[in-house]
């Protein structure tokens, strides 16, 4: 039984090929500081999850791996409570491949940082149902 709140592992995006090609040319970006998401549409096969997700938070950010892994813990977090945002907005036969990179170099409190996710989830979710109806229209 699926948890409606989990993040389990098959939801990561982890092979090296489909985060070489989230970051090729082809994807698109969105940015609400101090997050910037960059994501894919890919075919959905009906095995995989709808959406895998890649989270990261660089070392010239924050240098000491205590401040990286609780803001990469803020993200996991605030994801994982709205994850339906973006499910909701995929098209039929459609995944959705995205990446969450931080930008700041100071701490944010995990408040503004669900808000900042929402907000930026939304952004591509909005993003993602305009493609579909410009093709539609076409």
């Keep these: 039984m699926e948890k409606p709140f989990g993040f389990p592992k098959i939801e990561h995006l982890c092979l090296r090929t489909d985060v070489e090609a989230l970051f090729a040319s082809g994807s698109r970006a969105s940015s609400v500081y101090p997050l910037r998401a ?31 892994n609780r803001a990469k813990r803020q993200l996991r977090e605030a994801y994982r409570h709205h994850k339906d945002i973006l499910r909701e907005a995929l098209p039929e036969n459609t995944a959705l491949h995205i990446g969450f990179l931080w930008l700041s170099n100071k701490p944010v ?10 907000k930026l989830m939304q952004n591509v979710g909005d993003k993602l ?10």
């Design 129 to 138: 149902l305009k493609e579909q109806e410009n093709k539609n229209n076409e």
């Design 109 to 118: 409190t995990s408040a503004v940082v669900e808000e900042r996710l929402v």
């Design 38 to 68: 960059v994501y894919r549409l890919v075919d959905h096969d009906g095995k995989e999850p709808k959406v895998k997700v890649l989270i990261s938070v660089s070392k010239r950010c924050f240098k000491h791996a205590v401040d990286r």
